[in-house]
């Protein structure tokens, strides 16, 4: 724009155009040809002579007095020269004293150009966070096939240990029918049989040998079996979230309530109870507790809780209709919230109000 203000330095000299048209045309054919003026940027310009005279846009008062350019002159009769001479004296001396340029740019609100740049970021934002969203949520599917497949290969082990341990127990049973019957009939044909006594009392040995073998067999597959069953209690409690993670939510929600509600303090065992609500619940909690941040004494109470003599009371309000929030007037004057639930954990929530 300062390239193409002047350009023809030479009319200016000779004083065929005034210095402040020659500025007005250049900047008008250059505001024409920005397109980007059409979809709601105001652009405002100011050009200044060296000495502070006003040359761009051109106030009463900042007018010389000076005849108007011969080219835009309408008196084609009169004798142009003398005129020329003023305007081109008044164009040198603005020229000698350099020109200043002030540009400032405005995009008005609900333009097409703001617009435009709001949905822009928002769309960038949207864009982020889905791709985290996918990331986590494929972390999260491959980490319960891995668990699922573990789940499945320990649940195979344990059927085959107990279906071993059944034939074991079935061949123990028919172990002792056995010894029995042999016993009922050593004992029937003691005086007929004396000779075949060493032969029966061997077999039994061997019968009574292959029971111990199976008993210390049998407790081998029993200490298995609880082995496996520890294992499938250690994998399921794999899928649940690790304590560290679950910390470190803790106490990044925690510190999140903290610096959003200043008149709420809040115990982390309610933090914990908030984010095992689900997100239709979550965001139902989290708007009784802005209201509880903004005035407490506004909100709905559903009961009134003393847990011991002489202490402070504790209240109850539901949100989501199974929801529940416990809390008791805090310190200077603020809201502390104790216990964050559901009707399920109710009487575990109300235990550990009673300890405190």
Not at 14 to 39: M, N, P, V
Not at 70 to 78: A, F, G, N, V
Not at 107 to 133: D, H, Q, R, W
Request: hydrophobic share 35%; aromatic share 8%; with cysteine.
């Amino acid at each position: 724009m300062q390239k193409v203000m002047i350009s023809d330095s030479k009319s200016l000299l000779e004083g065929r155009t005034r210095i402040e048209d020659e500025i007005r045309k250049k900047i008008s054919d250059y505001l024409a040809s920005k397109h980007i003026l059409k979809w709601g940027v105001i652009a405002r310009i100011v050009v200044k002579s060296g000495s502070g005279r006003w040359l761009y846009p051109v106030f009463d008062r900042e007018i010389p007095d000076l005849p108007e350019s011969p080219s835009t002159s309408q008196d084609k009769d009169l004798n142009p020269s003398k005129d020329m001479i003023r305007i081109a004296r008044h164009n040198w001396k603005i020229m000698q004293q350099g020109i200043r340029f002030g540009l400032s740019v405005r995009i008005p609100k609900e333009t097409l150009l703001a617009n435009g740049i709001l949905f822009f970021y928002i769309f960038v934002f949207l864009s982020l966070l889905y791709g985290v969203y996918r990331k986590t949520a494929k972390e999260a599917r491959r980490i319960e096939i891995r668990n699922q497949e573990a789940m499945e290969a320990v649940n195979k082990s344990l059927e085959t240990a107990r279906n071993r341990l059944k034939e074991i127990a079935l061949r123990e049973k028919d172990y002792r029918q056995e010894i029995s019957r042999l016993r009922d009939d050593l004992h029937l044909a003691t005086d007929r049989v004396r000779e075949t006594e060493e032969e029966a009392l061997s077999e039994m040995e061997q019968l009574e040998k292959k029971l111990r073998e199976n008993a210390s067999v049998k407790e081998d597959l029993e200490f298995e079996v609880l082995h496996l069953k520890e294992e499938l209690e250690r994998l399921e409690s794999v899928r649940k979230i690790p304590a560290k993670k679950q910390q470190k939510q803790v106490q990044v929600t925690l510190k999140r309530f903290r610096t959003l509600y200043k008149n709420i303090v809040i115990q982390e065992r309610a933090v914990e109870g908030f984010l095992n609500l689900g997100t239709d619940l979550q965001l139902r909690a989290e708007e009784l507790i802005h209201n509880m941040d903004v005035d407490s004494t506004k909100l709905t109470v559903k009961r009134k809780i003393f847990s011991r003599k002489g202490s402070i009371p504790t209240f109850e309000c539901e949100f989501g209709y199974r929801g529940r929030i416990y809390w008791r007037p805090g310190p200077g004057s603020k809201t502390e919230i104790l216990v964050i639930g559901t009707k399920n954990s109710q009487t575990k929530d109300l235990a550990h109000i009673e300890k405190l």
